[in-house]
């Protein structure tokens, strides 16, 4: 039987963290989820050309690969039926709660269980595992003036499929990946776009050849589709992660994202405008062939004029007013305030947000001081920006069986305040060699400065050090 487990969220984390419970043979657990459909991220981002920068090989389960394998990077309906398939293979739908957001969890000493509410009822569980992602509050700008706009206007990930934008004047704001996909194909269409650039972003190519008929025949069979995941995993730890961390592929891959721009972009004046002046990794780079390419058509503007406000007709620069339409705000994410949505209140009272009032943290990005068997997938501090979340979040229910066992015999455990001071000193030490420190703002950082988004070490350091729960640095009921 084992304990019972409240899961919040069915995105991959989720999914993943039930996935194992049933192989464990598990089965009381419940997946609290508050949209309609299975799927995270993958569900709300639906704006065209929406797609992952990061190999279809390896942005997957490492147990289950993609039944359709035409496409080296899998798009968001693809991905979308990945995550379904999943759902229904393992049997998981009959414990997945659609459309039921969970407001708050509460762990009552006495009882040592948490007491989860939803719209429908308060029910209660032994451990509670949040699954609910970084990206998924989207994040509107502080322009003045965006409710007195005429024509339509949404978020990219909020995206209004009833409006038409063939032929119309399109403003674009905000130019991080959500845009560099959404771009190209809206200026496909549109009759003008004008992209608000506050900051420019470094551009890597995206290597988007489907796979052939050959390759896909070779990587059908389970052994060379795991060498293939193996080389992507291999090239993105040992070239991409050095150059986030000062190490020797710095200078090699700055020097292929300018190659990259100055072979797509001929113009000198749209080439200074799209060139950052901030290390490459400071802020997320972005992954697309299609996006440079796509400022270079004689409809579309990169406008680099400051905005002072959204005005009836378009959006008001430093400049004057620019005519639109219909404004796309692909403005990232609320990514700093984990939890916030759900009111959790762990040993004494102590109400998480408090505990993080001055930034997010957790004891492997998993475990919390003072919140017994209350589990986080990726928490704070285990984002990268070098390979695939869907790495991490293995490690992290790898991890989190590890410890089902344990508080089943022992009772409720928490993680002890002295291993989060150690993990904070190492995460402190290890941060000062990121590229992400210096020189530029970023959805990594928090409202003082401190980076609470990324994992300072290459994948394969997390994964050691989430190997087996080590059972010193949690405090037993037992
Ligand atoms: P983002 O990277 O946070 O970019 C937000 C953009 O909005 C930035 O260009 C920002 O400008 C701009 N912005 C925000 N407030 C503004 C204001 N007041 N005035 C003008 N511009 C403003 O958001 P995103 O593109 O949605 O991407 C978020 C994350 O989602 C990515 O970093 C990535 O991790 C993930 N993602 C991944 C994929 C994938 O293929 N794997 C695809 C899409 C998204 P500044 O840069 O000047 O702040």
């Known amino acids: 039987m084992g304990p019972s487990v409240a899961i919040i969220g069915a995105g991959f984390g989720g999914l993943c ?34 797609g992952c920068d990061t190999h279809s090989h390896l942005y997957s389960f490492s147990f289950e690969r993609y039944s359709s394998r035409t496409r080296r990077y899998a798009g968001q309906p693809e991905i979308l039926d990945y995550l379904r398939e999943c759902a229904d293979k393992y049997g998981l739908r009959p414990r997945i709660r659609l459309n039921t957001e969970v407001v708050s969890a509460v762990f009552d000493e006495p009882l040592g269980r948490w007491r989860v509410r939803t719209a429908a009822g308060e029910e209660v569980f032994d451990v509670v595992v949040s699954a ?8 509107l700008p502080d322009i003045p003036g965006i409710s007195t706009f005429d024509g339509a206007a949404f978020h990219s990930a909020r995206w209004d499929h009833s409006v038409d934008l063939s032929g119309r004047r399109v403003a674009v704001i905000g130019n991080g990946s959500s845009a560099a996909q959404l ?31 050959r390759a896909q025949k070779i990587l059908r069979l389970p052994f060379l589709h795991r060498v293939y995941r193996e080389w992507v995993y291999r090239y993105a730890e040992h070239t991409l992660y050095p150059a986030l961390a000062g190490g020797w592929s710095t ?13 797509q972009v001929p113009d000198p004046s749209l080439r200074a405008k799209l060139t950052p002046s901030y290390p490459l990794g400071c802020r997320r ?55 916030s949505t759900i009111e959790v209140v ?20 998993i475990a919390v001081p003072h919140f017994p068997n209350l589990f986080l997938l990726y928490g704070p501090n285990t984002n990268l920006g070098h390979t695939s979340i869907v790495f991490m979040l293995e490690c992290q229910v790898r991890y989190i069986m590890g410890c089902l066992p344990r508080l089943a015999s022992r009772g409720p455990m928490e993680v002890r305040p002295e291993a989060m001071d150690t993990w904070r000193q190492n995460l402190d030490r290890d941060m000062k060699g990121m590229v992400w420190q210096a020189g530029c703002t970023s959805w990594y950082k928090n409202a003082s400065g401190r980076i609470t988004g990324n994992w300072p070490g290459n994948a394969a350091a997390y994964r050691r050090l989430t190997r087996t729960p080590r059972p010193e640095a949690f405090h037993f009921a037992r």
């Open 17 to 50: 963290m039930a996935i194992q419970l049933e192989k464990a043979g598990i089965r009381s657990y419940t997946i609290f989820e508050k949209g309609a459909d299975v799927g995270g991220t993958w569900r709300d981002n639906t704006y065209p050309g929406a």
């Open 132 to 139: 609910i992602g970084q990206l998924n509050r989207p994040q």
């Open 183 to 213: 771009v190209p194909k809206v200026a496909e269409v549109a009759g003008q776009l004008d992209l608000f650039q506050r900051t420019p972003n470094w551009v890597l190519p995206k290597e988007s050849a489907d796979f052939g008929p």
């Open 251 to 263: 200078d090699l891959v700055r020097r292929h994202a300018l190659e990259h721009l100055h072979a």
């Open 285 to 339: 780079v972005v992954i697309d062939s299609d996006f440079y390419p796509a400022l270079t058509r004689p409809n579309v503007d990169v406008v680099t004029d400051r905005i002072i406000r959204i005005v009836p007709g378009g959006v008001e620069t430093v400049a004057g007013v620019r005519e639109a339409d219909a404004i796309i705000y692909a403005t990232g994410f609320e990514t700093s305030e984990f939890l």
């Open 346 to 365: 762990g040993r004494d009272g102590r109400r998480l947000a408090e505990e993080w009032k001055d930034g997010a943290e957790a004891y492997l990005g």
